[in-house]
T-cell receptor, first 114, second 109 residues
């Protein structure tokens, strides 16, 4: 029973296209995140939502727009895709800002822009 | 701004040897620190979480220590096995998880 699931796992698309990545968690967590892992394998936070409200936006281009229809879902929509957007995108969730909060990650979506 | 550094970047050891992975962070105002494992082309698997008030956590052959005042954590893996080959990531949580670049471990049979 997958705790954090992302779809699709792989996404190949042309420059200029618009695409979405979906994320769902069944852990009952109130906080969800999107991370980007670049070619050097460095993980960097993009967005964080708490109870459907945006709380972190780490200077991500506004071509990236997260949407949280409810606290179990956080989707990522990307407009006008560029070559530099190629990366692995990870969704994660945790339960608020507590000392024992453990983050759980999805399996990632490998986006390739050609 | 929180910065997390992991040393070494890569490590290769023969099977059976103990592994020591280091993590340092610049801002000690954290809720907790988490160690993850990432296999090639896969997601992140949580290994251990140490709350800010704790000094260490253990799970099987894994032991992680935390010295919050000096901004350091160490992950020890006892009696390494080829199946331990992976990239190990350290992340500190304040209002978000900030990651180090990881240590890639190869255990030779």
């Amino acid at each position: 029973d997958t705790a954090v699931s992302q779809t699709p796992k792989y996404l190949v698309t042309q420059m200029g296209n618009d695409k979405s990545i979906k994320c769902e968690q069944n852990l009952g967590h109130d906080t969800m995140y999107w991370y980007k892992q670049d070619s050097k394998k460095f993980l960097k936070i993009m967005f964080s939502y708490n109870n459907k409200e945006l709380i972190i936006n780490e200077t991500v281009p506004n071509r990236f727009s997260p949407k949280s229809p409810d606290k179990a879902h956080l989707n990522l929509h990307i407009n006008s895709l560029e070559l530099g957007d190629s990366a692995v995108y990870f969704c994660a969730s945790s339960q608020g800002h507590l000392p024992d909060t453990e983050a759980f990650f999805g399996q990632g979506t490998r986006l390739t822009v050609v | 701004k929180q910065e997390v550094t992991q040393i070494p970047a890569a490590l290769s050891v023969p099977e059976g040897e103990n592994l020591v992975l280091n993590c340092s962070f610049t801002d000690s105002a954290i809720y907790n620190l988490q160690w993850f494992r990432q296999d090639p082309g896969k997601g992140l698997t949580s290994l251990l979480l140490i709350q800010s008030s704790q000094r260490e956590q253990t799970s099987g052959r894994l032991n992680a220590s935390l010295d919050k005042s000096s901004g350091r954590s160490t992950l020890y893996i006892a009696a390494s096995q080829p199946g331990d080959s992976a990239t190990y990531l350290c992340a500190v949580y304040d209002y978000k998880l900030s990651f180090g670049a990881g240590t890639t471990v190869t255990v030779r049979a």
